[in-house]
């Protein structure tokens, strides 16, 4: 089992800043990646962001490339998603989840799921 702790939600104007955690435990994780995802209400949970825990190869969504980073702290097993610029329509709650193997943007690949933290930008 693994397990997710997302933190670093909250709320900010457009054009702002912010920087998500998820501090993984559990199993290891050495041979996995890690990804960010967002839902609204009514919408389907959507890809953001991910990252592999070996290599650090990185896959974004179109929507966020240029105004968001993922990164990982090996040692601290924590992923972050920073965010800058952010528009309103980054409003969502985040969630990060985990996955064996390759990296991936499809939701129905991920095995982990954090509990979510809510980002909300106003204008």
């Known amino acids: 089992q693994v397990q997710l702790v997302e933190s670093g939600g909250g709320l900010v104007q457009a054009g702002g800043s912010l920087r998500l955690s998820c501090a993984a435990s559990?199993?290891?994780?050495?041979?996995?990646?890690m990804g960010w995802f967002r839902q609204v209400p009514g919408k389907e949970r959507e890809f953001v962001a991910a990252i592999s825990w070996r290599l650090g190869l990185t896959l974004y969504a179109d929507s966020v490339k240029g105004r968001f980073t993922i990164s990982r702290d090996n040692l601290k097993n924590t992923v972050y998603l920073q965010m800058n610029s952010l528009l309103t329509e980054d409003t969502a709650v985040y969630y990060c989840?985990?996955?064996?193997?390759?990296?991936?943007?499809?939701?129905?690949?991920?095995?982990?799921w954090g509990q979510g933290t809510q980002v909300t930008v106003s204008s």
């Open positions: 989840a985990a996955k064996y193997g390759t990296i991936s943007s499809l939701r129905g690949s991920y095995d982990y």
């Open positions: 559990g199993r290891t994780l050495s041979n996995s990646a």
